[in-house]
């Protein structure tokens, strides 16, 4: 449903708060209205739908996006000097684009559709009470499972390691998602793992080579084993749920015992950019409806505008995204902030798992 109508009086109350004026969405409008932008993003996210309100609202201003592959080479980009303005992180990384001085902080007067935001997410992207970060997107990590063929697989992460499965399983390639879902089976706690502890995750993670039968790292290829039946239990995100079920694939996912793990993206804007009116204007338009419904629609993502999400009555993202279950957020391990040095030693970690 469309909402961007306003009474003349609330224009005028917008257009007093807002640098450069407000265009018809209710997003703020660049000082020029014309210049250029890069945004630093994964695969798809260039996408027109997924800017389109921005893209409306500023249409001489010229777009350019460079992909990054991974969270870690996103980082790696912004730390080698990418000249982005815009960038897109997920929670567990948001906070070595703050200790590394690359993201600005927010104005968030500035955004014209900060009040869509739940405070969940907008605590997500402060640090030491400042906003840094903006939410766009969210959405589950969790079991997927054949309900044909590994009818018993929700119960719990334990089905990743099942011998019951051996053969028909396939974990995602990160080393970051391989000590969260170990930390939960073995009852540890993640943030403050001892050597030790660490060294008992890489041993499970070994062992459980023998059942894997391929490290997954993007989506198509998760589908497509598992229509295939070659895969019958996988870590994944609820769009890869969606896309099965959308082929007729009996398949379910899981709410397992430990909980599901959650993340939710961000864009935050690089420090000491010339484009700053754009940047703003870029990051308020992913919070615009037109722009927020279609990563609900198209990726069967959660959006982070609360307006939208309540609006959605289609039966299937209600049950991928379990709408109509309001406490499964509260139930929900969203990626904790680690240190640099546990990222490092996860991913040196889950380098040996696969080596070995």
Known sequence: MKRYARSVLAVVAVLALLIGGAGISGMPTAAQGSGSLTVLDWAGFDDEQFW???????????????????????????????????????????????????VEELDTSRLANWDKVPERFKELGQFDGKQYFVPYDWGYSSVLYRTD???????????????????????WDDGVAAVDVASQVLGLDELNLTEEELDKIQQLWIDQRELNLFYWSGEPELVEAMAS????????????????????VPVAYANPEEGRHSWVGYYGIRAGTENLDNAYAFLDGKLAEETARNVVETFYYGSANQDVMASIDDPELIDVLAIDDPTVLDRTFFSPAISAEQRDAWAEMWVDVKAS
């Open 229 to 248: 039946g070659d895969v019958w239990v996988a870590y994944a995100w609820q769009g890869a749920y969606a896309l099965l079920r959308a082929q007729g």
């Open 52 to 102: 389109i309100d921005f893209k409306n609202a500023h249409p001489d201003v010229d777009v350019t996006f460079e992909m990054g592959a991974s969270d870690a080479d996103i980082l790696a980009k912004m730390m080698a000097g990418s000249q982005a303005d815009v960038f897109h992180p997920y929670t567990g990384w948001l906070q070595f684009y703050v200790e590394e001085g690359l």
């Open 149 to 171: 063929l590994a009818p018993e697989a929700g119960d719990s992460w334990d089905a990743m390691f099942d011998p019951a499965y051996s053969g028909h399983i396939s974990m």
